[in-house]
């Protein structure tokens, strides 16, 4: 099965040469194959799948056509699927099932796409190296030794091993964006809003979104046009524009494209290898009479700690759900308050705990004024350097992490290493913009991804450039050395 292009499956099926049934028992086989290894994957209904691709299959005869209709995905453990399990990667919702689809995952199943897996996960989405799982690390497929990426690492893992052409995970500050350049595979953040968050567990609600995840840009597009667009179920949901035009997904012009480069990201931190690959890639722009412009975002050194002042910040209000009253695992106590410490305790991983107590105290008093808000009115400053830029360029082009993949445990004893992972993702995410990471390479044998950045609702466009870009170059068609 391999890494499958959905666009290829998507042919397949609609001509009568692939049945779902076959690509859905595919699916399972190389999840029993692989996944020992790997451990992308949390929980699977194997009858319920083939029931669903059996339904899809009746429908390809009957001659519907859809874009995703028949095709297996990958969703990510904080996405409510009704009846399965949704864990968050976390003890303290042992047991709790799903009890309603996310909106997401409704709209996908009534085009006809078959789910087969629910994702491992960095716990509650708490995590850039896939290492934070209470239920043990996923694994790099292009090195086993190597973080994925997180904190969606169970979805990316599951497009590049071949599982699924198409997977669900969450991108809050750089989820799907980061591993996705560690595991050669293509994601996007989409503009705040045009994904329902709605049956998506929340971590910090200003930031969170649903991110499709697949082999190309194309693919991504299949995904995206039935989920995209207004949801009267969350109040922060917009339409998106130009929504037609991602079936079937065609090339930007590329010539007179204005593409900006920030300077800020290009400095001190970048590692030389990934600078060749990422130059490399802008070069390919270049020769298609694209105009590469260096721009200024200066306030992006404030990004990371704006970030995670806000996000811990709205975790802890988030997280404080998970008590062991309602649903999810309890510990016995003699008293409530000792109930829901214990439980809590039991329940919860390290880092999780250091974000709670981290966002309790921005948000106490005393120190509400001098943390949070300050680091409100930062975040406006940094949506506004995009708008300036955006002013005189069409998209940005910027690195997606600092270097390539890290081996497991080389920054889990340093959290401060561990969140620099994320200075390149983290900025437009703080301005709600679209962004796209996608293959530009690989150096000793390991993925280096580009990060296309638009303005707000530019996400149809950005998919067009990269989808512009993939058509000149081979690096997204790259797999990891995994049996065939």
């Not at 799948?49 to 995703?68: F, H, K, M, T």
């Not at 050669?184 to 930031?207: F, Q």
């Not at 200024?296 to 404080?320: G, K, M, Q, W």
């Not at 959290?415 to 994320?422: G, I, V």
Request: net charge neutral; with cysteine.
């Amino acid at each position: 099965m391999g890494l499958g292009l959905a666009v290829d499956w998507r042919e397949g099926l609609d001509a009568g040469d692939l049945s779902s049934e076959a690509l859905v028992r595919a699916s399972f086989e190389r999840m029993a194959r692989l996944d020992g290894q790997l451990n992308a994957v949390l929980s699977t209904e194997e009858g319920l799948s083939l029931n669903l691709a059996r339904q899809a299959d009746r429908r390809l005869r009957a001659g519907e056509r859809s874009p995703v209709l028949g095709l297996p995905v990958v969703l990510k453990d904080n996405l409510n699927w009704t009846g399965l399990p949704v864990s968050c990667g976390s003890r303290v919702l042992g047991g709790y099932r799903a009890p309603y689809d996310a909106t997401v995952v409704r709209r996908l199943l009534e085009a006809g796409a078959v789910p087969v897996a629910k994702a491992n996960m960095d716990e509650f989405a708490m995590g850039s190296s896939g290492e934070y799982s209470a239920f043990g690390p996923t694994r790099n497929p292009w090195d086993t030794s190597r973080v994925p990426g997180g904190s969606s690492s169970g979805s990316i893992v599951a497009v590049s091993a071949g599982y699924a052409p198409l997977a669900l995970g969450s991108d809050t500050g750089g989820s799907v964006r980061l591993p996705a350049s560690f595991c050669n595979v293509t994601a996007l953040k989409p503009t705040y809003g045009v994904l329902s968050r709605y049956g998506l567990t929340a971590m910090a609600s200003s930031l969170d979104q649903v991110g499709p995840v697949a082999a190309s840009a194309a693919g991504i597009a299949l995904a995206l046009q039935p989920m995209a667009g207004r949801d009267p179920l969350d109040s922060t949901s917009v339409d998106l524009p130009g929504r037609e035009r991602l079936f079937p997904l065609g090339p930007a012009r590329l010539k007179g494209l204005r593409i900006g480069v920030p300077v800020d990201y290009f400095g001190e931190g970048l590692e030389a290898s990934s600078r060749q690959l990422l130059e490399a890639a802008l070069q390919v722009f270049a020769n298609q009479g694209a105009e590469l412009r260096e721009v200024r975002l200066p306030h992006t050194r404030f990004a990371i700690d704006t970030y995670y002042l806000l996000c811990t910040s709205e975790v802890s209000s988030n997280l404080s759900r998970f008590d062991g009253v309602r649903f999810g695992h309890r510990v016995a106590a003699g008293t409530l308050p000792g109930m829901i410490a214990e439980t809590r305790d039991a329940g919860l991983g390290d880092e999780v705990k250091r974000r709670i107590l981290l966002g309790t105290f921005c948000l106490s008093k005393g120190y509400y004024d001098a943390f949070y808000l300050k680091a409100l009115k930062a975040r406006t400053l940094i949506a506004r350097d995009f708008e300036e830029a955006f002013a005189s360029v069409d998209l940005l082009a910027t690195p997606v992490s600092p270097g390539v993949a890290f081996p497991f445990g080389a920054r889990t004893t340093d959290p401060l290493a561990m969140y620099l992972a994320d200075a390149y993702t983290v900025p437009a995410s703080l301005a709600g913009l679209p962004c796209l990471s996608m293959p530009a390479g690989l150096t000793a044998g390991l993925p280096v991804g580009i990060q296309l950045i638009g303005p707000a609702l530019s996400d149809v466009k950005l998919l067009e450039v990269a989808q512009a870009f993939q058509s000149l170059t081979r690096h997204h068609l790259q797999t990891p050395p995994l049996p065939a």
